[in-house]
C-alpha cells in the first residue's frame, strides 16, 4: 500500500506542476502538443514534417524526451527554432516524460519567441498516458505496420487522444490493417478524437493535420 | 529517496521469485523464453509460428502479458496446449510482466506436460526489462518499419537479449532499414546476441529461428 501512495502522491505533485506549465504556455500564448507512440511508430519524422508545413510562419520548439541519447534531437536541431533534449535515465519515472522536466525545458527555451510547443514523449503507449504535462493537446500517432488491434491493447492513451494520426500510410497495400476497424476501436472510446491517415515519407495527408493543428490555436 | 528504496525493495523480491520459478522450469525440463517487443512488432504472430514450426514434437505453453484484453490469448488458444492469460492492469507495475505474475500463471499451467513456455510480455520496449521473471532466455523482436535506430534508444533491452528478431523483412524494400546498422548498434551492446531476421507474414527465416531455439533446450 505504501508505495501506491506514494505514487498517487507523485501524480498529485505532477499535476501541480503541468498545471504550472500551462500556465507558462498560456501566458506566451504558445500552443503545446504532447506526442505519443510506439517506439519506430515516427514521431521525430511527424515533427520534421509539421515543421517543414509551418515554418514560413510559426515559431517553433521542439521538447525531445528519450530515455538516453540525442540522436532525435540531432535530426530536428536545424529545422526548429529552438530544441531542448530530455533524457529520462535515472529518474524515477524513466519510462514517459513528466511534468517536472518539461518545467526544466521551458527555462531554458526561449518562450517569448515561441508560437508552438511540439512535445516528444518516450516511445511508449503506456506510461506517458499517465502524466499530465501542461500540454494543450495529446496527439497518438499509430502506425500502419503495428496493426488495427492496438486500441483494444493500450486503451488508456487513445482515449485521451485530441488526434491520432495514422502514419505509414504509404505501407497500406503491404500491411495488414483494416482502417475502419481502427477507427471505430478508437471511436468507442473517444468519441471527440479527429484521425488524420498520413504518410510522413511521401508526405500525402501531411496537410490536412496542420490545417486542424493550425486552427487549434489560439483557442485556449 | 524513499519511493527508490520501495523500487529496489520491489525488485529484490522479485529477483527471489524469478528464481523459483526458474526452479519450476528446470523441475520439468521445460525451456522457458521471455519475448519482448514494442507494441505492433509482432510478437503475438512470432509465437504462433513458433508454434506451428514446433507443435509436431513439443508440447508449448503460453503466457500472454497484455495490460487489458484477450485478444492475443484468443489467437494463441487454438495452437497452443495451454495458456493462461494475465491482464497487469491495476497492479503496481502494469507496463511489464514481473515474477510474481508468472508464479501465479504457473499455478494453472500443467507444467509436467509441457516442454517449453513462450512468455508474451506487455509491449514495451522499457519496462519488461527491469524484471526477471525466471525464463532462460530473452528475445527482443524489432520490426523493419521501426527504423534502425532501435538500439540506440532502448540499449537495455537489446544488451540483455540472447536472441534479436528482426521481423516482417517482407516489407525490407519498402522501408528504410539498414540491416548492417542495426546490427552493428546491438553488437556494441551485446556480443554475445545471434540474430534472426524473418517474415512472420511470409514465414522466411522461421526455420532458422526454431532449429536455434531446438538447440537451446535442455542444455541448462
Chains 1, 2 share one sequence.
Not at 487522444?161 to 477507427?183: C, R, S, T, W
Request: contains cysteine; proline residues 5%.
Amino acid at each position: 500500500m505504501r508505495k501506491i501512495e506514494i505514487v498517487q502522491g507523485i501524480l498529485d505533485a505532477n499535476e501541480a506542476t503541468a498545471t504550472g506549465n500551462r500556465e507558462v504556455f498560456d501566458s506566451h500564448n504558445c500552443l503545446a502538443v504532447n506526442i505519443m507512440s510506439a517506439p519506430g511508430a515516427g514521431k521525430t519524422s511527424f515533427i520534421l514534417r509539421t515543421i517543414e508545413e509551418l515554418s514560413a510562419d510559426t515559431r517553433i520548439g521542439v521538447i525531445e524526451g528519450d530515455v538516453v541519447s540525442t540522436v532525435d534531437a540531432e535530426k530536428v536541431h536545424d529545422f526548429a527554432s529552438a530544441v531542448v533534449q530530455i533524457n529520462t535515465k535515472g529518474m524515477p519515472e524513466s519510462c514517459a516524460l513528466v511534468a517536472d522536466m518539461i518545467q526544466v525545458a521551458l527555462e531554458r527555451l526561449p518562450m517569448s519567441d515561441l508560437d508552438l510547443v511540439l512535445i516528444e514523449n518516450v516511445g511508449n503507449l503506456l506510461c506517458p498516458s499517465e502524466f499530465d504535462l501542461g500540454e494543450h493537446l495529446k496527439v497518438v500517432i499509430t502506425s500502419t505496420p503495428e496493426g488495427h488491434d492496438k486500441p483494444l491493447k493500450y486503451p488508456v492513451i487513445f482515449s485521451q487522444a485530441d488526434a491520432v494520426i495514422i502514419n505509414k500510410a504509404d505501407l497500406l497495400p503491404y500491411v495488414d490493417f483494416d482502417m475502419e476497424d481502427f477507427m471505430r476501436s478508437v471511436r468507442n472510446l473517444n468519441a471527440r478524437v479527429t484521425f488524420f491517415p498520413l504518410s510522413c515519407k511521401t508526405g500525402e495527408g501531411v496537410t490536412e493535420w496542420v490545417t486542424w493543428l493550425r486552427s487549434q490555436h489560439p483557442a485556449r
